[in-house]
């Protein structure tokens, strides 16, 4: 079996990256720093998969007579059920810890706290705002136009991991 830069098998980071950052019914068989890290390493291809999930939705709205507007809230919506909301709750946690100006202690029990405050409830509205707002113009401009920002957007953001 071929093993990745990490060590692990490929399928064992497929598994790892998969499994954690999808809702895609996957059995991660191997939970350790090596299938952790070629996990990480193959998050783009789950971000891909991910982005063409939402993408699809989109077109299929945008085929059904849907305007923009909604194939765009749709297209933003995938993405948060398909990781969990994993992203967004992270900004919301980080978002609220900055925003409290407390010190660097008190900052990162806050973003610890399983709650979400006021900081992150607004950084998460205008966020969406923004995505949905982007897409709208995206597939206002053509069906390709927009399913090509929601798949590289998806795949992009998990090149940082």
């Given amino acids: 079996m071929s093993k990745t830069a990490s060590g692990a098998s490929l399928a064992d980071s497929l598994r790892f990256a998969f499994g954690t950052l999808t809702v895609l019914p996957v059995k991660v ?9 070629g996990g990480m390493l193959c998050a783009p291809l789950a971000g ?49 810890g900055l925003g409290s100006g407390k010190p660097a202690e008190d900052a990162l029990r806050i973003m610890k706290q399983s709650d979400i405050g006021p900081f992150g409830v607004i950084t998460l509205l205008f966020v ?29 953001a998990r090149l940082a991991l």
């Fill in 48 to 96: 891909l998969v991910v982005g063409a999930g939402a993408a699809l939705v989109g077109m299929a709205l945008l085929a059904m007579g849907a305007g923009p507007l909604l194939a765009a809230v749709a297209t933003a919506a995938v993405p948060a059920a398909l990781t969990r909301g994993l992203h967004l709750d992270g900004l919301a946690d980080t978002a609220d």
């Fill in 29 to 37: 068989t191997r939970w350790d720093r090596d299938a952790a890290r």
């Fill in 128 to 156: 969406l705002l923004a995505q949905v707002a982007a897409l709208a113009q995206a597939y206002d401009a053509s069906w390709g136009r927009g399913a090509l920002a929601a798949v590289v957007s998806a795949t992009v």
